[in-house]
């Protein structure tokens, strides 16, 4: 019988897809048990990181010996809250193992192979050129110990970003869109501003995901953030941050006792700072950020290069003197992309990758 591997590989990433966002600073893997080339089980990343898909895979099936494990990620040869993968994996008796990626994790690193080969199980890395960039964010991780950052935001064909007669700038389908991307994110990072300016919910409003509430941190240094806001009713659903000065310590009281947690910081101007907010946030759980805000605070990531990943919802309509900008639109137009990722209806989608 001739295998395709790949077809089992691309499928474990598709059941990876299902959790990106949900996983904690665990990377979301997916994982499918073939025998005699048929799909007898299959497993993802639990949400917060565990147990692994691995496991989920194998410990729903009582016999498989003999089978062929595929999996997104290298299994995981380190205890930690819970027993490596490659247990399971060997207790099981799966006769070949099919791996994507090699871990980063220096607890695992081209550790699993040696394992299973010592228990005579093959082992082989099967690149997968369609998912190359799946693991993107956890790599980054891996390597700086500080969350991923992705930027968006919305602008007219003439590069508004503030619509002075509607609340929005983009169409309902681009709108739907940013619901959906919020999903594949831990949490969302906004400022005082522009929440006060919007009144937004920052959550996912799409059927089948809206039990999604990402985690919010807004930056609001000066405590400015309004007491009636739409927000505050999700405040008991989602844990919801406030990024403020040191100086600001006997002002915070009155916010964490409606329910804001308080990190107190001494400056967020310089890169240095930002990145050692970042790293605070990934020590805390949280590997992959959403920022929605303004254009001032998005130039400010762009100036400093701590942006990873940027999309730009462009529309096909000019604002003129119904659009607006609080600071300079040079930089969205300097990260512009020539390449459309999507066409919504009108609206244009770009991705910019730094």
Sequence with gaps: MIINHNQFIDLAFHLAEKNVGQTGTNPSVGCVIVKNGTVISSGVTSKNGRPHSEYNALNRIKNCKGASLYTTLEPCTHTGKTPPCVNIIIKKKIKNVFYAFEDPDIRTFKKAKKILKFNKINTK????????????????????????????????????????????????????????????????????????????????RIDGLDNNRPDLFIVDLKLKLKKKLALNNLLHKRKTYLITLNKNYKKTSDYKARGFKIILINSLKTKKDFNLLYKRMY?????????????????HLIKNNILNDLYIFKTNKNLNKYGTNNDTSAYIKKSYSKFTTINLNGDKLFKMNF
């Design 125 to 204: 890395l099967i690149r997968s050129k369609k998912f190359r960039n799946f693991y993107k964010s956890y790599f980054h991780n891996k390597k700086t110990y500080k969350s991923f950052v992705t930027g968006k935001i919305a602008v007219s064909k003439d590069f508004k970003t503030i619509n002075k007669k509607d609340k929005w700038i983009t169409n309902y389908y681009s709108r739907k869109i940013v619901h959906l991307l919020r999903n594949k994110y831990d949490c969302v990072m906004s400022t005082s501003k522009s929440i006060n300016y919007d009144n937004a919910l920052l959550n996912c």
């Design 283 to 299: 020590k805390i759980g949280y590997s992959r950020i959403f920022v929605e805000t303004g254009l001032t605070f998005l130039n």
